[in-house]
């Protein structure tokens, strides 16, 4: 059975007692195992981590910047066979992959200007014969935990701008596929990255709590599900660390009377079947906002026959499988129990017949969906587009700002007063006009609001190079040796 190594001073590791399988979701079948990094493994990567730190902070802004140019050099020649990994481990199809790879790159690109973005700020002059500049340095070891869904860019998000700043980093992938964070770290080490200032550890909670509780880790960068998020950040917050920690979602697509109607149905269907629904900025609500409810059900409807669901692999294929087959469970059962709850199974995914062992599901849709619903109220996190009716503007966004989670919104119109409005009383941290998922290009920040992000940072872009620097403020003088003298006062500027 192929083992998939932890990747710790530049080098494969495979000590691991404890291990874990490693799924083809298109078939079923166990492809590889994972090592389950124990406490003890964990804390010696802090101490590789940590005894890489001096010298990379060490490391000219110019050399640093190299790294990064040579990584997307590497990346955009690789980008197929890092797909491939994907798609192996994770089911999705090979040109979602291959996206999700280009939106990781965009945050290399972005620290590749590393020297801008690390710039302090000097004040000439702001007391007689005084200076004052401030600097933005690195905060140390960096733990980052990442999740099934996006095995390259969320890894891609978070280590490109730690290392950038000059931290040294404790990558721990989700353990259901591993393979391309291994795959990233070995062409960061061919980008001339110093060994020890990225490596990967493979686990699940132990390695996870080992990482949060050791003293050496001073900020915890997590994505994930909510409840894990909001039990990660109390823990590394209390623990005196500096923590982002981004959760799950429930994503509202609000379909205005006047929108068109044709563009909205592509875009519901695209957003919340695309990567089988398992995207946090999935759009898992459809909000029919007036009387257009049964025109827009139909159109999404006559859409949906036309999927093809198959292996990731098959270049015929748009959706891919579920990611194992406790996923495919759990989506099965919010479908069967939607009926009872008083919703209208419209297109019922359980229905359709895939000849494999995979964990492939078809997609479902629901109408009559109200809160209190589970199928409303929980994150899925598979292909289900729930419909809610509303009468106006007004019963939707009430409707979303109620919604405990606060990712990703869209609203469809062709009204840009509408639009406006929306911007401004829509309490979502990410917001679309007539863009279903707005994950924001990187040269902004990504970050939900609510119980979609516990913290005050959002990751990749401006935010994340403040999340991952400390700043310290040095003030300066040269006097004379006639000047000086002793005065017990406050010093006052003047
Ligand atoms: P998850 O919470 O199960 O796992 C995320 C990470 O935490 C993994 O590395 C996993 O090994 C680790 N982990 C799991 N259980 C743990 C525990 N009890 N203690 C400590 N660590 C633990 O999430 P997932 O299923 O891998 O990913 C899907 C979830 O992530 C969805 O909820 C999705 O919305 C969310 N997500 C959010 C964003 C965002 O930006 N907000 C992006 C991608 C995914």
């Not at 080098?11 to 166990?30: C, H, I, L, Y």
């Not at 990994?85 to 990781?104: F, Q």
């Not at 990187?442 to 990751?459: E, R, T, V």
Request: proline share 5%; net charge negative.
């Amino acid at each position: 059975m192929t083992r998939i190594p932890h990747y710790i001073n530049g080098k494969r590791v495979d000590s691991s007692v404890r291990t874990g399988p490693v799924f083809d979701p298109a078939t079923g079948a166990v492809t590889a195992e994972v090592g389950l990094a124990s406490a003890a493994e964990v804390a010696d990567v802090v101490q590789v981590a940590r005894g890489a730190r001096s010298s990379w902070r060490a490391t000219s802004l110019a050399r640093r910047s190299d790294v990064f140019f040579r990584l997307r050099h590497l990346l955009t020649e690789r980008r197929e066979e890092l797909a491939r990994i994907i798609t192996a481990e994770h089911g999705k199809v090979l040109d979602d992959a291959a996206g999700e790879i280009a939106r990781g790159m965009e945050n290399v690109e972005f620290v590749a200007g590393l020297i801008h973005l690390l710039k302090g700020e000097h004040s000439e002059q702001v007391s007689r014969g005084i200076d004052v500049h401030q600097v933005k340095q690195p905060v140390g070891v960096v733990a980052c935990i990442t999740p099934f869904n996006f095995p390259a860019m969320v890894p891609l998000w978070m280590v490109s701008s730690a290392i950038a700043c000059g931290n040294t980093v404790i990558l721990k992938p989700s353990e259901k596929d591993p393979s391309a964070a291994v795959f990233i770290a070995e062409l960061f080490s061919a980008a001339g990255l110093p060994d020890g200032v990225l490596n990967v550890v493979h686990g699940d909670k132990e390695a996870v709590d080992a990482l949060i509780d050791d003293k050496e880790v001073a900020a915890v960068s997590f994505v994930g599900s909510t409840p894990i998020a909001e039990a990660i950040y109390q823990r590394a917050s209390s623990n005196g660390k500096r923590v982002q920690a981004l959760g799950g979602a429930k994503n509202h697509m609000v379909v205005m009377p006047d929108a068109d109607l044709d563009a909205a149905a592509d875009a519901a269907v695209s957003a919340a079947y695309g990567s089988a629904g398992e995207r946090c900025m999935a759009v898992s609500v459809l909000v029919a906002v007036g009387d257009i409810a049964d025109s827009l059900i139909s159109k999404v409807t006559e859409r949906l026959g036309a999927l093809r669901i198959g292996a990731g692999t098959d270049p015929n294929s748009e959706m891919g499988p579920l990611i194992s087959k406790e996923a495919r469970d759990r989506v099965t059962s919010y479908v069967a129990g939607a009926a009872a709850e008083g919703a209208s199974v419209v297109v019922d995914g359980r229905e359709q017949v895939f000849d494999s062992d995979g964990f492939f599901i078809g997609v479902s849709l629901i109408d009559d969906v109200r809160p209190g619903m589970k199928v409303y109220d929980d994150e899925i996190f598979g292909p289900v587009l729930s419909v809610v009716r509303v009468g106006t503007y007004e019963d939707a966004v009430e409707l979303t700002n109620a919604n405990p989670y606060g990712n990703g919104v869209a609203i469809f119109t062709r009204d840009g007063k509408s639009a406006r409005e929306f911007e401004f009383d829509i309490e979502v941290g990410m917001v679309g006009v007539n863009v279903p998922i707005p994950v924001p290009v990187g040269a902004y920040s990504f970050g939900g609001w609510k119980k979609s992000l516990f913290g005050d940072s959002h990751i990749y872009g401006p935010e994340s190079i403040h999340f991952y620097t400390r700043s310290k403020v040095v003030t300066t003088r040269w006097p004379d040796a006639s000047e000086s003298q002793i005065d017990l006062g406050f010093p006052s500027n003047a």
